[in-house]
């Protein structure tokens, strides 16, 4: 039987919680008017000694004129606002200046009261007064909050939302969120001061300067960006707002992505490490995609990796006459071609080689009759080629050489490098490869124009790609999955970043900018400390960060030391006052490479690799570069 009246008295609990939010409102208010006018009333029973309902009606009135006085002081105070599952222990300092000054307020009116002879009320009954409102508004609510909590899982797995951005779309979010379980919203934050304190969709506006208050208050454990138009300058200023205070923040996708204008709660997504680079947008030149792709047959080597995958999803949108995936990793290979395979009237060749073999390189680029051809194909990862260097060796620059004369062989028409700013004078095994790399297509290109050819060979130089396969990106999502430490190998280290996206477009326009010989440089943007990339993954995730100055924050950043050949920051240019603009904003044009040396040291390098000589492969590979 007791379980019983527990189960129901649960049920009963869950059932108040549940109720719309003005219904909640109605029933406090009327529980602290019955509480107030018994207080009162308790007051003047325990002055007089005469537990008695009130024997005349100007007793009656001045008990009812206590709640008529205290609720609006309650409600201007905030006592209706909070969420009293969430309330902070701090409240009931709040509840103690409302009652008192409820009961000052009220004393006054007595005060007048008496000076016209109406009625005269003991001293000690405002004491009494104010002792026993304070007991019972305070208590209350303490009892409450504990059966809230005690009332198991479906009030506990309500969440607590702030929506930023009172407009017409965080007002359709709103309501699309009512309709879910689950979701309790807090309030809105807007940037407009005429919006402020102010109810949009029946949810209370406050200014952004609230936001810290407004997570002590009502216990928010998540931020919703509800601007869609928003600028990446201000993006930035509100991240960095919500940042640190252990809130999760999502936001909607940009206008053009959502569907009939209506909001899906499905349709809000993390916040994006790539939305913290404040990176100006350039629309990409339309003619510059079309005339480089449409109706072309097109080979991309390492087709599964990050690069590879991101140019083949663009290429695919722009009606080549034939894509080749050209890639040594099997199960990468199965993925992009089974993503492309939904592509509609997309012609798919999906070639399983590596670029170390020609004749595979041969065959493929013959039978499918290769006009362009995109080389993503590489070791990457500084560490392990600078571990396994022969094998970098025999990948990058081997397998360059073998794709490059190839496509010269072949006829194919236009040749796109991918390179990298660890090729700017590099001081590990993989950033040497890439020099070499760009000094193979220079010489390609000059045995073209020898031949008095029209074929095209380019290289594409720029930095990392936020999420690329064995990026630091991935590494720190992974271990903020695993709540830390973030391991980072120096806390001066800088990086330049852009999106995937953003560098597939740029490569494919800068391909068709080309005039033979040259080397494109991406514009990256000013270098991102690696550190604070950390600091804001963390607190992207809604954690804080553990270090001296906050000891009790969840996750820490633990400096590992630099590895062999990383360098602190890295360089785009040779020579920036050689640097050329071209009609694309973010391509710039560098200084042509000398390759001079590539037919006096090849051979060298070819021995050492048969010889399996590392420390003369090495020796040979840094000759090269100046």
């Not at 969709?201 to 509800?226: C, K, M, N």
């Not at 140019?311 to 990468?332: D, G, T, Y």
């Not at 012609?347 to 006009?371: C, N, P, Y």
Request: charged share 20%; with cysteine; aromatic share 8%.
């Amino acid at each position: 039987m007791p379980r019983r009246h527990l189960s129901m008295g649960t049920t009963l609990v869950n059932r108040i919680g549940n109720l719309p939010r003005i219904w909640k409102r109605v029933i406090i208010i009327t529980f602290d008017v019955v509480a107030l006018s018994f207080a009162l009333w308790a007051s003047f029973s325990l002055r007089f000694g005469a537990w008695a309902p009130p024997d005349r009606g100007s007793q009656f009135f001045v008990i009812a004129l206590a709640p008529l006085v205290a609720v609006p002081i309650f409600v201007r105070l905030g006592l209706y606002r909070a969420v009293i599952r969430y309330l902070p222990e701090r409240a009931l300092w709040t509840i103690l200046q409302a009652t008192t000054l409820a009961v000052l307020s009220w004393l006054f009116l007595m005060f007048l009261s008496a000076m016209t002879g109406y009625m005269t009320i003991p001293r000690s009954v405002p004491i009494l007064y104010w002792a026993i409102a304070t007991l019972i508004i305070g208590s209350s609510r303490l009892v409450v909050k504990k059966l809230l909590w005690s009332a198991g899982p479906v009030l506990a797995k309500n969440r607590q939302l702030l929506v930023y951005g009172a407009g017409q779309s965080g007002a359709q979010l709103v309501d699309a969120l009512r309709r879910h379980p689950g979701e309790r919203i807090v309030g809105f934050i807007d940037d407009n001061p005429g919006l402020h304190g102010r109810d949009v969709a029946g949810v209370r506006v406050f200014s952004p300067t609230h936001f810290e208050w407004l997570v002590d208050q009502y216990g928010v454990e998540e931020v919703i960006l509800s601007i869609p138009t928003l600028s990446p300058e201000r993006k930035k200023e509100i991240i960095a707002m919500v940042a640190g205070h252990g809130v999760k923040l999502r936001t909607l996708p940009p206008i053009s992505e959502l569907v009939s204008g209506k909001y899906l709660v499905s349709q809000i997504r993390e916040i994006e490490i790539d939305e913290l680079l404040g990176r100006s947008s350039v629309p990409p030149d339309l003619d510059l995609v079309r005339s480089m792709i449409e109706g072309r047959s097109i080979m991309v080597t390492g087709a599964g990796g990050s690069i590879g995958s991101e140019l083949c999803r663009l290429i695919s949108k722009w009606h080549p006459q034939r894509l080749v995936l050209f890639e040594s990793n099997e199960f990468a290979l199965y993925n992009i071609d089974r993503e492309l395979a939904g592509v509609s009237g997309l012609s798919v060749a999906s070639i399983l080689g590596s670029i170390t073999d020609r004749r595979s390189l041969e065959r493929a680029m013959e039978k499918f009759s290769v006009q362009v051809v995109f080389h993503a194909a590489a070791y990457k990862h500084v560490p392990l080629v600078e571990a396994n260097s022969l094998e970098g060796i025999r990948n990058n620059v081997l397998g360059t050489q073998n794709v490059a004369s190839v496509a010269l062989e072949q006829g194919v028409e236009n040749f796109v490098l991918i390179s990298s700013d660890k090729a700017v004078r590099p001081t590990n095994v993989m950033g040497a490869t890439k020099r070499w790399a760009e000094l193979i297509v220079h010489q390609m290109s000059a045995m073209a124009t020898e031949r008095q050819s029209a074929q095209r060979f380019s290289a594409v130089r720029f930095g990392n790609v936020l999420g690329s396969n064995g990026s630091v990106v991935p590494l720190f999502k992974e271990q903020i999955a695993h709540r830390g430490p973030l391991t980072l190998t120096d806390p001066t280290m800088t990086r330049y970043f852009m999106s995937i996206h953003e560098a597939a477009e740029l490569i494919v326009q800068a391909g068709q900018l080309s005039e033979g010989a040259d080397v494109f440089l991406l514009e990256m943007g000013m270098p991102v400390l690696i550190k604070d990339l950390a600091e804001n993954m963390i607190r992207l995730a809604g954690f804080k960060l553990k270090d001296a100055a906050n000891p009790d924050g969840d996750i820490e950043i633990v400096v590992t030391g630099k590895r062999p050949g990383e360098k602190l920051y890295e360089e785009l240019f040779y020579d920036g006052t050689n640097v050329l603009q071209t009609r694309h904003p973010k391509i710039l044009r560098a200084a042509q490479s000398d390759h001079s040396d590539l037919d006096r040291l090849m051979p060298r390098l070819l021995a050492t690799l048969q010889s399996e000589d590392e420390t003369e492969a090495r020796k040979v590979l840094f000759e090269a570069i100046r």
